[in-house]
């Protein structure tokens, strides 16, 4: 859906008005086109240490980036600052005022991105304060980026090197356009697991993919993106959406299945049609929900069963089928949508953010599961979302929802796909049981 107000607050003469007015000028996000160079400019690398030397290597070397260790007149296109080894908040001050003297002159659509280490109940007071001091710093400050900059954060699990898969995986989406509509999020990495494609614009060389509900919105982006990197998909939504479902299918070279995925045997079908049609199955992705939104005073069975039975119940059912098939055990990734509502709440969805947060809670539980298999299970949390389903919310209630975020604006489908199709490579192996929010940093939850 067309966002009209930041069209024309960035066109010629309503953009010079809106200025003069002083009105929110969310700038135009810059998204993926395959084939793009990861930077444009200059990447500043801040921070002390082997790990920071480790880090400047990487970008230099392997993925031939243009990398200054200090500060320079330079129009930087990311900014990384490397944190782990900092053990006092008196660390934090050198690299992060010598950023501060950078960020006037980013360039548009500039990363900048964090690496640092958890807080712990172990750690000495100090070290806890100056990990946690990352976290407070890192959100405040992708609050104060403008011009479609964002900032993120890799957080280390202790053990965990900067040159771990998951580490420079997860490094290269957070810089990459890949990641337009993530901001203000901080994404631990918990072992030194997965592995590094040999082609980073076909990581899903080889894999096959199911997704739900892929008819249409996210669920199709999401299996168009996975095809885009290399996956043979499996498209699954309701027969009543048979004619979508397998334009949507033919589009991405993929099969479809329709499929209810509340049916008792739905786990057992996904599975049977991916090894006839395809030899395997490697990924599945629940994008499959339902919304029935109903104060909960007025709320009912027929609003609340169908939508913890489709979005939560279904995902329960569906991986419990594959994880006792012994037909899933080859680094086989989950990744489910859950939802910024399961996280912060919101008016009228307690059922729905019933199920998110029940999402949540699954793929924490389920991660540890697929741990002996090398496999993952994490979830991707959207927040306002372009969609056919939020065209139809009141267009002042739109409004305010597409500027609550730190970028002022919804997001596309496409950015959700993004952030599934990072969840679901080899290179996110080491991250486990994790949320990822793609939602422009809401000003609202966490």
């Given at each position: 859906m067309t966002d009209?107000?930041?069209?024309l607050v960035?066109?010629?003469?309503?953009?010079?008005?809106?200025?003069?007015?002083?009105?929110?000028?969310?700038?135009?996000?810059?998204?993926?086109?395959?084939?793009?160079?990861?930077?444009?400019?200059?990447?500043?690398?801040?921070?002390?240490?082997?790990?920071?030397?480790?880090?400047?290597?990487?970008?230099?070397?392997?993925?031939?980036?243009?990398?200054h260790r200090h500060a320079h007149d330079a129009r930087y296109a990311a900014l990384v600052l490397v944190l782990t080894e900092v053990t006092h908040p008196d660390d934090l001050a050198a690299p992060v005022l010598e950023a501060a003297a950078t960020l006037r002159s980013l360039a548009r659509g500039a990363r900048v991105v964090t690496l640092s280490r958890p807080a712990t109940d172990e750690d000495a007071p100090a070290v806890a304060a100056a990990r946690q001091g990352v976290d407070g710093l890192l959100r405040s400050l992708a609050k104060e980026l403008r011009g479609g900059a964002t900032g993120n954060g890799l957080v280390l699990a202790d053990g965990v090197g900067v040159d771990a898969p998951s580490v420079l995986g997860g490094l290269r989406f957070l810089l990459s356009t890949r990641s337009a509509f993530v901001d203000g999020q901080l994404l631990a990495v918990d072992t030194d697991g997965g592995s590094l494609p040999d082609d980073w614009d076909r990581p899903l060389a080889g894999r096959v993919a199911v997704v739900t509900g892929a008819a249409r919105g996210i669920g199709e982006a999401i299996a168009e993106t996975l095809a885009r990197d290399g996956a043979t998909v499996v498209a699954v939504d309701v027969p009543a959406a048979g004619d979508h479902l397998a334009a949507v299918a033919n589009r991405v070279r993929g099969t479809a299945l329709q499929l209810d995925v509340t049916a008792d045997d739905a786990g057992e079908r996904i599975l049977e049609h991916a090894l006839q049609r395809h030899g395997r199955l490697d990924v599945v992705v629940h994008n499959a929900g339902i919304t029935r939104d109903k104060l909960l005073a007025n709320m009912t069975p027929e609003k609340w069963d169908p939508v913890l039975a489709v979005n939560v119940a279904a995902q329960l059912r569906i991986n419990e089928a594959l994880l006792t098939s012994g037909d899933f055990t080859d680094a086989p990734r989950i990744v489910s949508l859950a939802s910024t509502s399961g996280i912060a709440g919101n008016r009228g969805q307690t059922n729905y953010a019933a199920s998110k947060g029940g999402v949540i809670g699954m793929v924490r539980a389920t991660a540890p599961l697929l741990e002996a298999f090398g496999g993952t299970a994490n979830a991707v949390a959207p927040g306002f979302i372009e969609t056919e389903m939020t065209a139809r919310i009141p267009a002042v209630t739109r409004?305010?929802?597409?500027?609550?975020?730190?970028?002022?604006?919804?997001?596309?489908?496409?950015?959700?796909?993004?952030a599934v199709a990072f969840l679901a490579s080899p290179?996110?192996?080491?991250?486990?049981?994790?949320?990822?929010r793609v939602c422009g940093q809401n000003m609202v939850g966490q």
């Open positions: 009209t107000y930041l069209e960035n066109g010629g003469l309503t953009g010079t008005l809106a200025k003069k007015l002083g009105l929110p000028r969310p700038a135009p996000l810059r998204r993926y086109r395959a084939g793009e160079p990861l930077l444009v400019g200059p990447v500043l690398v801040l921070g002390k240490g082997a790990d920071a030397d480790a880090v400047a290597a990487q970008l230099a070397g392997p993925w031939d980036l243009d990398v409004q305010v929802a597409r500027r609550l975020n730190s970028l002022q604006q919804g997001g596309q489908p496409v950015d959700v796909a993004e290179a996110a192996g080491g991250i486990r049981g994790r949320v990822l």
